[in-house]
């Protein structure tokens, strides 16, 4: 099993930036993909970014050249970001990490609001 913890979501102006952070624990060794998806009140949860063991790496047209998702391990943790710039009120929604391998694990979602 693989638990998930996300932190780091809040209320941004136009143009700022947000990190937001997923915690990975438990069976590591078993994911091969993490990604960050987001989801806005009555439509489908969408893939915003994604990395896969060996390193590629997709990101949606819509963040492309704003978003960065990275990860980092620390002993039995490894913790997959997001990193945010330039934001824009339509990058509103509910972040959500997910892991794939043996099985697919989401985190609990976290809220990004792009307001001024």
């Known amino acids: 099993q693989v638990q998930l913890v996300e932190s780091g979501g809040g209320l941004v102006q136009p143009g700022g930036s947000l990190r937001l952070s997923c915690a990975a624990s438990?069976?590591?060794?078993?994911?091969?993909?993490m990604a960050w998806y987001r989801q806005t009140p009555g439509t489908p949860r969408v893939l915003v970014a994604r990395?896969?063991?060996?390193?590629?790496?997709?990101?949606a047209d819509s963040v492309k050249g704003r978003f960065t998702i990275y990860r980092e391990n620390v002993r039995n943790t490894a913790t997959v970001y997001l990193q945010m710039n330039n934001l824009k009120p339509e990058d509103t929604a509910v972040y959500y990490c997910?892991?794939?391998?043996?099985?697919?694990?989401w985190g609990q979602g976290t809220q990004v609001t792009v307001s001024s």
């Open positions: 990395m896969v063991r060996g390193g590629n790496l997709y990101y």
């Open positions: 997910n892991t794939g391998g043996q099985a697919i694990y």
């Open positions: 438990g069976n590591i060794e078993s994911i091969t993909s």
